[in-house]
């Protein structure tokens, strides 16, 4: 038997490791994250902030992890600021202690998503940037991606 039939179980079961959440207060350098409300008292699990950064001779590439987040105007936003420092903002509406599906309310048992409500997520791309060249997309699946030239 293979190591992943030996983690799951004809029963159904299955153990899966959960990544913990870094507790980050201060954008003390070009790596950091720093995380409000939702974001930071979230848990383990799909959680709204994972971050990836990529680079290229030109521009920086982003793209951020926001289950259950809508882009409603007045709602969300991202802003990047000549230095490299990125800001989204929004409202998570999964998370719940209660879910009402068909008819139906479910009181939650067990929970992985960050609870619902406001958050802030900023980070620093490795450089600065012209905020005016940046191309954002939120797309369907909850991931915010951009593209975003470097300074010359």
């Not at 383990?44 to 920086?60: C, E, L, Q």
């Not at 960050?114 to 997520?121: D, N, S, V, Y």
Request: aromatic residues 10%; contains cysteine.
């Amino acid at each position: 038997m293979s190591s992943f039939s030996s983690a799951w179980s004809l029963d159904g079961t299955c153990m899966m490791p959960l990544l913990s959440i870094p507790d980050v207060y201060e954008c003390s350098s070009k790596e950091s994250i720093i995380m409000a409300g939702t974001a930071r008292r979230g848990g383990t699990g799909p959680s709204v902030g994972a971050v990836d950064i990529g680079v290229s001779k030109f521009a920086y590439y982003f793209r951020v992890a926001l289950p259950g987040v809508k882009k409603d105007p007045g709602q969300f936003s991202c802003e990047i600021e000549p230095g490299g420092k990125v800001h989204v903002r929004g409202v998570t509406s999964t998370g719940g202690r209660t879910v009402s599906k068909h008819s139906r309310v479910f009181e939650m048992k067990f929970q992985q998503q960050c609870p619902p409500g406001p958050f802030t997520l900023s980070f620093c791309l490795p450089g600065p940037v012209d905020p005016r060249l940046f191309s954002p997309n939120f797309r369907s699946d909850g991931i915010l991606e951009g593209v975003v030239v470097k300074y010359k």
